[in-house]
C-alpha cells in the first residue's frame, strides 16, 4: 500500500517542522510506504534549509518547488510528485495530526464502502491573546455556522473536510483541484466527489491541531475571501454549493438597513426591524462569557463573531457584483492569499 501525503505551504517556518514530525509519528499498516512531499511556495523565510534538515532525518521527505505560490497549484503539484499510489493525504502546513489520523482514515475505507474521503476533528491552537479569541469564536456554531464539520461533535457524513485522505483513484474520476480557484479549491473537489456519487466522512477519533490567525486584520481578509471564492465556485457549478453560505450575505443585506430603517420607519417598525440585531448582539455576548472569564474577552469573542461574519458576506456581495453583474474573473488582489 502506497501513500502520499502532500504539505502546501509558504512561509511556515513556525510549524513546518512540528507538522512533519506528527505526519511521522502516525501509525500505519505494517504494508503501508509513505513519502511525504513538501510542496513550498518559495518560502523567503527558513522553512525551506527546516525541510532540507528534515530530509536527513525522514529519508522518505522531499521538497518540491512551487514557483506560481498558490494553493491549488501545490495541490496538485504534490499528487503528481507522487505518482500513481493508493491514497493521497493533504495536510496543511499548519495542522498536526493526531498518531492515529491516517491508520483510522485508511480503516473507514474499507469499513464504509461509498466514502470517497475522510478528515477528522479540528482542534484549534494559539499563539498569541488574538489566537486564543478566535480559536474559541471559532469553534462554534454560532461562529462557523450549523453543520460546519469545524463544530461537528461525533463521526458522521458531511459535505467537506480539512486535512482529507483520498484514494487515488478518485482524481483519476473526477480530475485535480481546480487551479483557477486560489480560495475554496477543497470546497469545489468535495462538491465534485459529491456530485459524482461519492460520500465525505467526518471521523471525530481523529484530529488535527490547527493553529489559527493571531490578528484581527488576517481574520477579515481570510473570510472575505472565502466568501469572495465561494461564489466564483457557485458560477462555476451553477448551484448553491451549501445553503448556510447564504445566511452571511444575508446578514449583512439586513445591517445595511438598519440605517434606513431608523431614518425612514415609523418608531414601532424600526424596533421590530432593529430587534434581530439586537438579539444577534446577546448571542454573541452569551457565547463570550461561557467561552472567557474576563469582561474584555467577552467583548473581544463577540466582535470576532461579527468579523467573522460580515468579512464573509461582504466577500461574497463583492463576489456577486464581480462575477455576475460584471462578469469578471477574479480580481489579483483576491489571488493574494491572507498569510
Not at 55 to 65: E, F, I, P
Not at 238 to 246: C, D, G, I, N, S
Not at 319 to 325: A, E, L, M, R, S
Request: aromatic share 16%; net charge positive; hydrophobic share 40%.
Amino acid at each position: 500500500m502506497k501513500i502520499s501525503v502532500v504539505i502546501p505551504c509558504r512561509n511556515e517556518e513556525a510549524y513546518i517542522q512540528e507538522c512533519v514530525d506528527a505526519i511521522y509519528a502516525c501509525d500505519l499498516p505494517a504494508n503501508a510506504e509513505m513519502n511525504v512531499f513538501v510542496v513550498d511556495g518559495m518560502s523567503d523565510d527558513s522553512t525551506r534549509s527546516i525541510v532540507e534538515t528534515l530530509k536527513g532525518k525522514y529519508s522518505s521527505l522531499s521538497l518540491v518547488d512551487n514557483v506560481k505560490q498558490l494553493t491549488p497549484f501545490a495541490f496538485n503539484l504534490g499528487i503528481y510528485a507522487g505518482g500513481k499510489v493508493d491514497y493521497v493525504q493533504i495536510v496543511g502546513a499548519r495542522h498536526i495530526l493526531s498518531k492515529n489520523y491516517l491508520s483510522r482514515c485508511l480503516e473507514i475505507f474499507d469499513e464504509k464502502k461509498g466514502v470517497w474521503c475522510v478528515g477528522g476533528n479540528i482542534i484549534n491552537e494559539y499563539v498569541n491573546e488574538t489566537g486564543e479569541i478566535v480559536s474559541k469564536a471559532m469553534s462554534t456554531a454560532f461562529g462557523m455556522g450549523l453543520g460546519n464539520f469545524r463544530t461537528l461533535e461525533k463521526s458522521g457524513y458531511t459535505d467537506t473536510v480539512t486535512s482529507p485522505m483520498y484514494p487515488y483513484w478518485v482524481f483519476e474520476k473526477i480530475g485535480f483541484f481546480d487551479e483557477e480557484l486560489i480560495r475554496n479549491q477543497d470546497d469545489d473537489f468535495n462538491f465534485r466527489v459529491e456530485q459524482a456519487g461519492g460520500k465525505i466522512y467526518y471521523e471525530h477519533r481523529i484530529s488535527l491541531k490547527y493553529y489559527v490567525r493571531g490578528n484581527f486584520k488576517g481574520l477579515w481578509r481570510q473570510f472575505f475571501q472565502y466568501g469572495y471564492w465561494k461564489v466564483y465556485v457557485n458560477r462555476k457549478h451553477k448551484a448553491v454549493t451549501t445553503w448556510r453560505q447564504l445566511v452571511p450575505p444575508l446578514f449583512v443585506l439586513y445591517c445595511l438597513g438598519i440605517p434606513f430603517a431608523v431614518r425612514l420607519m415609523d418608531d414601532e417598525l424600526a424596533m421590530a426591524y432593529v430587534i434581530p440585531f439586537t438579539i444577534y448582539l446577546v448571542i454573541g455576548l452569551v457565547m463570550g462569557v461561557q467561552q472567557s472569564k474576563n469582561s474584555y474577552g467577552i467583548w473581544q469573542i463577540a466582535w470576532t463573531y461579527i468579523i467573522l461574519h460580515l468579512s464573509y458576506g461582504f466577500g461574497y456581495w463583492k463576489g456577486i457584483f464581480h462575477f455576475f453583474i460584471l462578469r469578471k474573473k477574479p480580481s489579483d488582489k483576491q489571488k493574494q492569499l491572507s498569510r
